[in-house]
C-alpha cells in the first residue's frame, strides 16, 4: 500500500471525497484486481462494488441528495474500510489521468488539503514518490494489469508524465 498524504482526520472531516453527482463517473473509484479479491473474499455486499467493471457502486442518499461511497457511515462520515481502502483512495487528491495514450500523475486541484498546501516541499516530495512508485517495475506492472485505474479526468492538473 502506498502512504496517503493527507492526515487521516483531515481527510475523514473534509466531506468533499467520497460523494459523486453521478453514480457512474471517472472520480468514483475503481479497485485493483486484487481489490476486488479482498472484498469478495471479505464478505462485503456484491452491490457495493462490481466485479466485471471493478468499481465502487455509489448509493443515492436522498437527504444529501447526491451519490454516497458505499463504505461511508453517514452519521460519522466515517470511512468503513479506511485501513484497507483501495489504491485510488489512498492516491487522491492525486490521480492517474489519460492524455491520449499518456499517463499522468495529476491532481486535483479542489482537494482543500492541495489547495492548503500549494507547492510546499512536503506536495513536491509527495508527487516525486508516486512517480517514483509508478516508474518502478512492480508499479508499472500493477499498472499495466489495472489500467482501468486511468481515466479522463478534467479539471485536473497534470504533473508528470507516468507513462
Known amino acids: 500500500m502506498i502512504k496517503q498524504i493527507v492526515p487521516q482526520g483531515i481527510c475523514l472531516e473534509c466531506r468533499g471525497c467520497c460523494r459523486f453527482r453521478e453514480a457512474v463517473s471517472p472520480w468514483t473509484p475503481s479497485l485493483l484486481s486484487e481489490e476486488v479479491a479482498f472484498l469478495k473474499k471479505s464478505g ?22 447526491t451519490f454516497l461511497c458505499p463504505f461511508i457511515e453517514e452519521k460519522s462520515y466515517r470511512c468503513e474500510i479506511y485501513d484497507f481502502r483501495p489504491l485510488e483512495c489512498a492516491l487522491y487528491p492525486f490521480l492517474l489521468s489519460s492524455r491520449g495514450k499518456k499517463i499522468f500523475l ?14 510546499s516541499q512536503e506536495i513536491l516530495e509527495y508527487a516525486q514518490y ?10 508499472k506492472k500493477m499498472l499495466e494489469n489495472n489500467l482501468h485505474l486511468v481515466q479522463p479526468y478534467e479539471d485536473v492538473l497534470d504533473i508528470i508524465e507516468v507513462r
Do not use: T
Open 44 to 65: 462485503i455486499q456484491e452491490s457495493f462494488y462490481s466485479l466485471e467493471k471493478k468499481k465502487i457502486l455509489p448509493v443515492w442518499n436522498e437527504k444529501e441528495n
Open 130 to 139: 508516486l512517480h517514483n512508485f509508478f516508474s518502478s517495475d512492480p508499479g
Open 106 to 119: 495529476s491532481a486535483d486541484l479542489h482537494c482543500p488539503y492541495l489547495e492548503s498546501q500549494g507547492k
